[in-house]
């Protein structure tokens, strides 16, 4: 499965920006896709995930900016992310999970500054 992200890039603080996940593999019964990021120095954390069915799962620091959307006629995961913070720079990875395995995306970096 390769998952190809695009849409980073720099913001000031309070824009917006969405970012895309084209996954080559069909968003099927049991996957969740979603996006994960990592700042500098930092672990990876969760940004928010989506399933086949609908669930979805945001980070307490993302929730009401922030909208993960999945097109699954073309195979799509979009996050909206609107009000950006500084402190939501970080180098965004796009995840897939096709149980058992997990997929990632190359990371695409978002830079909020002023």
């Known amino acids: 499965v390769q998952l190809q992200a695009s849409g980073g890039g720099l913001v000031q603080p309070g824009g917006s920006l969405r970012l895309s996940c084209l996954s080559s593999r069909k968003i099927s019964y049991s996957s969740i896709m979603g996006w994960y990021r990592q700042a500098l120095g930092k672990e990876r954390e969760l940004v928010a995930t989506i399933s086949e069915t609908g669930n979805i799962i945001y980070a307490e620091s993302v929730k009401g900016r922030f909208t993960i959307s999945s097109h699954n006629a073309n195979n799509t995961v979009t996050l909206q992310m609107n009000s950006l913070k500084a402190e939501d720079t970080a180098v965004y990875f796009c995840?897939?999970?096709?149980?058992?395995?997990?997929?990632w995306g190359q990371g695409t970096l978002v830079t909020v500054s002023s």
């Open positions: 995840y897939g999970r096709w149980y058992p395995f997990n997929y």
